[in-house]
């Protein structure tokens, strides 16, 4: 499980990196990190058109599903900060920032399941070049948000 975080941390460092490659890097847009890191993992695994497009479909799904949840996530995260300047009980602080948890939690299940559903579509040989590479560092990006 500790390897698990580490490599989903790593993920959230290494993905706006990806991102950049996509479609928009240089023209002052915003690329679309899906199709970033689907451009990597499609040149550094061989994926092929059918896996292209099964991969495009899941971490799209997932990315949409994770920006559903972050505007959750970031009223969560305000309302425990603010406890700081309100002198708010232990208890309080306890319950918001358990409140920050369980949406944290749902990211990562979003993000575990689109990986795990990633990773069934490879062959043999991809999945030792997956797991070589990290295996899972590449898939949805930790820290909920797809698209920063």
Known sequence: MHKFL??????????????????????????????????????????????????????????????????????????????IKTNATDAEIDRLSAAVGVVQGQLLAIQTKASAKFYALLTAEQKAKYDQMGGGRMGPRGGGRFNQ
Do not use: W
């Open 6 to 83: 580490a490599t989903a941390l790593l993920a959230v460092c290494s993905l706006p990196l990806v991102a950049q490659q996509g479609p928009g890097a240089g023209t002052g847009q915003r690329p679309d990190p899906t199709t970033g890191r689907m451009n990597y993992l499609a040149g550094y695994l061989g994926l092929s058109e059918t896996q292209k497009t099964q991969a495009q479909t899941i971490f799209t799904a997932a990315q949409t599903a994770s920006e559903a949840l972050q505007g959750q996530l970031d009223s969560a995260r305000d309302a425990a900060r603010a406890t």
